[in-house]
């Protein structure tokens, strides 16, 4: 949070990435926004499965981290099962005076057959 408080204070741009499923645990970072009166905006974007497996093996390829595994299938599917869909009216109801709005990105995926036979 100081870090969070840091950029508020200089007038940055905060993009906090999706690894926040529940509505619970987006709430610190609500409740944030909420207090310096900063607006939310939820990118929704929804990759299918293999896209995601493969970002995630190219980021340690490209780290060249060979001390980590990617992600395993079934953290995928815990985060699906347990994603909560953004909610802006309960959001603004919990934390008045703070505005959320909530995009969809369409995700275009080129059909490969190269891209089909990495896994």
């Known amino acids: 949070m100081k870090i969070i408080n840091n950029f ?10 999706g690894n926040y499923p529940t509505h619970e645990s987006r709430f610190p970072y609500l ?3 909420a207090e310096y009166k900063m607006p939310v905006f939820f990118l929704k974007v929804s990759p299918p499965y ?4 493969h970002f995630s093996h190219m980021r340690l390829e490209k780290s060249n981290d060979t001390s980590r595994e990617p ?6 599917k ?3 099962k347990t994603y909560e869909i953004p ?3 309960m959001y603004e109801a919990k934390y008045p005076g703070l505005k959320v709005f909530t995009i969809n990105v369409p995700t275009v995926i080129y059909d490969s057959k ?6």
């Open 78 to 80: 815990k985060y699906n």
């Open 50 to 53: 293999n896209l995601c497996r």
């Open 71 to 76: 992600l395993s299938a079934s953290t995928f």
């Open 114 to 119: 190269t891209f089909r036979n990495i896994y």
């Open 8 to 17: 508020i204070q200089d007038g940055r741009t905060l993009i906090i990435d």
């Open 87 to 89: 909610d802006p009216q």
């Open 31 to 33: 409740e944030k926004c």
